[in-house]
Nanobody, 114 residues
Framework: QVQLVESGGGLVQAGGSLRLSCAASGRTLSRYVMGWFRQAPGKEREFVAAISWSGSPTYSTDSVKGRFTISRDNAKNTVYLQMNSLKPEDTALYYC???????WGHGTQVTVSS
């Protein structure tokens, strides 16, 4: 069974950057498609980005295209989300997920101030 732990969130001003990490234990992630999702207060959880087991291709929702980059290091069993040019509307609890499964981390909070 895979356990996922997200980290790297925090408080940042608009226009700033953060790099989220999702570290896995219990099983290698190298065979899985991985995704990042987010949930803002009062809203449903939404898809942010996904990455194939090999690192390519990647997918992202339109609102983050050109600003967020998903990547992975299978040797470190870790998936990353580089977030640049952050906006207040990016404020949310960010989760990683083994795509298509019920395996989720507990999330890391990202807060972007205007």
């Amino acid at each position: 069974q895979v356990q996922l732990v997200e980290s790297g969130g925090g408080l940042v001003q608009a226009g700033g950057s953060l790099r989220l990490s999702c570290a896995a234990s219990g099983r290698t992630l190298s065979r899985y498609v991985m995704g990042w999702f987010r949930q803002a207060p009062g809203k449903e959880r939404e898809f942010v980005a996904a990455i194939s087991w090999s690192g390519s291709p990647t997918y992202s929702t339109d609102s983050v295209k050109g600003r967020f980059t998903i990547s992975r290091d299978n040797a470190k069993n870790t998936v990353y989300l580089q977030m640049n040019s952050l906006k207040p509307e990016d404020t949310a609890l960010y989760y990683c997920n083994v795509l298509g499964t019920a395996t989720w981390g507990h999330g890391t909070q990202v807060t972007v101030s205007s």
